[in-house]
């Protein structure tokens, strides 16, 4: 379904309470567990929409001043930030939305344990991601050994990395088994052979130059350039499918084949299984996932870092840029020589009076698929089943939603005990409206639904429910891309008073991508007021 699909409203909003209000009562009848408690945590959606009604007139508020001004405490601005201070400018302030900086890569704990709101890893980067590579060796997470470079172990992911529950027994790795000789080998294969062939990609996308191959590959769906391969098979077509919808937030048949090919060929290749048997990609993780990223990119900035924060009304002048915030009940004024809009493309055209073009044009390519994360804090692991012991990453073969990460599989500790696992749904962009109109108890049980058939000690085991939605979640790559890649480029970096660093940039959200989005708007030296 498109943004342009009627919103699918299901059952009613009075029903689905009452549903939800008559859980404990039913649940005790049949003698299973009453529902957990739970709710609604992270973004706050009344925040964001305050954008929709006007400014009122005279708003304003108490005058207040900065060198630079970053709007947005997301892994963009958080990098532009730092990129402005290491550059020796003092007064820095960064304005967030939200009671936490760190955007989809916010955490939360349950129980006295860590657990994310949203992005929870962080493949290790390669070469032309080079901004991110030399701040994790400031960090401490990489370094150099013997003239490589060498990740601290202690902060890659443990084994088992991921499995996937097939045939009613766990795997190890997310793609489905083939047996030796068959039709779905030859197919896997024949894709692996094709993500070889493929033209150069990079993260960030921009460092790998376009050619006719990449704009052959951006003019069609994903599952349209499987149709003219003839790659068909069902095992193949769900695994990269999952792919897609785990990375972009859609699937096949929305994403171009330059997302589904760049999601491979731009990192750790394919292989076939017994094709090379390499190890899973080496990737960090925590608990909390990239919320501890976040804090390393978070806590050089404190002080300075003013939460709550819902900007209304940005205005380039001559000498300095005016913005106007609503806190609280109330509204601060700011006056900068530099503003970075750290924001979603259709945030920032929102705001900023008389938008550049490249801004309008970007922002109108751009769709964004909602998300639902829910953390479930469990007395418990749920029992063993047959096949490979629990892992950080489980998905379902088959299955609409993305799997769940086990906050304490990092953990050494050397018994069984409670622990928090963090499922994800990416939904349609026509559920949008359903996602902030539905109960919590609603989304709650479709998600004990999806994972009842994996866990069926589940509802025994769930404490506590926690869920935040993401109404804007991340970019979607749709076919042509490139149509507003000049758009998106003129956006990039910059001298002017008003930069841009967001995601969005680039067309798609990972980490690499909006850090160095916020590198590239802080390489400049900043504007006066």
């Not at 920032?348 to 909602?370: I, S, Y």
């Not at 993305?402 to 990416?426: E, F, I, K």
């Not at 970019?475 to 003129?490: E, I, L, T, Y």
Request: include cysteine; proline fraction near 9%; glycine fraction near 10%.
């Amino acid at each position: 379904m498109g943004p342009g699909a009627p919103v699918n409203q299901g059952p009613s909003r009075r029903s689905l309470l009452a549903a939800a209000a008559a859980w404990p009562l039913a649940a005790c009848t049949r003698g299973e567990a009453p529902f957990p408690p739970g709710g609604w945590v992270g973004a706050d959606p009344a925040r964001g929409h305050r954008l929709r009604t006007p400014l009122p007139a005279g708003a304003a508020g108490p005058p207040r001043r900065a060198a630079v001004l970053v709007l947005g405490g997301g892994i963009a601005g958080l990098a532009a930030a730092r990129g402005f201070v290491r550059a020796g400018v003092d007064d820095v302030q960064v304005l967030e939305l939200e009671d936490q900086p760190g955007g989809n890569a916010r955490g939360h704990a349950m129980g006295g344990m860590a657990c994310p709101l949203g992005a929870h890893y962080l493949p290790q980067p390669q070469a032309p991601a080079h901004e991110v590579v030399d701040w994790l060796h400031e960090i401490g997470l990489l370094r150099q050994e013997a003239g490589r470079t060498v990740a601290d172990e202690r902060h890659l992911c443990h084994a088992p990395q991921e499995r996937l529950w097939f045939d009613g027994a766990w795997h190890e790795g997310l793609l489905p088994p083939a047996d030796p000789g068959s039709a779905t080998l030859a197919q896997y294969r024949r894709f692996a052979a094709a993500v070889a062939q493929a033209p150069a990609f990079a993260i960030p996308a921009h460092r790998a130059p376009w050619t006719a191959a990449h704009e052959v590959l951006d003019g069609q769906t994903m599952a349209a350039w499987l149709d003219a391969q003839r790659l068909d098979d069902a095992k193949l077509r769900w695994y990269l499918d999952y792919a897609c919808r785990d990375d972009y937030g859609a699937g096949l048949d929305v994403v171009s084949a330059w997302a589904g090919l760049h999601y491979f060929a731009s990192r750790h290749g394919f292989a076939a299984p017994g094709d090379g048997d390499e190890p899973a990609e080496p990737v960090f993780t925590w608990p909390e996932g990239n919320a501890w990223l976040v804090q390393r990119l978070a806590a050089p900035l404190a002080g300075r870092i003013h939460v709550g924060r819902t900007v209304l009304q940005v205005a380039e002048g001559r000498h300095a840029v005016q913005v106007t915030v609503a806190s609280g009940d109330g509204f601060e004024t700011w006056t900068a020589g530099t503003v970075v809009l750290a924001l979603p493309l259709f945030v920032a055209l929102r705001v900023l009076q008389q938008p550049p073009e490249a801004l309008r044009q970007a922002a109108a390519a751009t769709t964004h698929a909602p998300w639902l994360v829910a953390n479930l804090l469990l007395d418990q692991p749920p029992l063993d089943r047959p096949g490979l012991p629990a892992a950080w990453d489980s998905v379902a073969y088959g299955s609409r939603a993305l799997g769940y990460v086990d906050a304490m599989h990092q953990s050494l500790r050397p018994h069984a005990g409670a622990t928090v696992l963090t499922a994800y749904t990416t939904l349609p962009i026509a559920e949008r409206q359903a996602l902030l109109d539905r109960p919590w108890q609603a989304w709650a049980t479709q998600v004990l639904d999806t994972l009842q058939p994996v866990h069926p000690d589940l509802r025994e085991r769930v404490q506590r429910i926690d869920l935040v939605r993401y109404g804007h979640a991340m970019a979607v790559p749709r076919p042509g891309r490139q149509r507003s890649a000049a758009a998106r480029a003129a956006l990039r970096g910059g001298n002017g008073r008003v930069r841009f660093a967001h995601a969005d940039l680039a067309g798609y959200s990972v980490f690499e991508e909006a850090f160095i989005a916020g590198c590239e708007a802080a390489a400049a030296p900043c504007r006066c007021a």
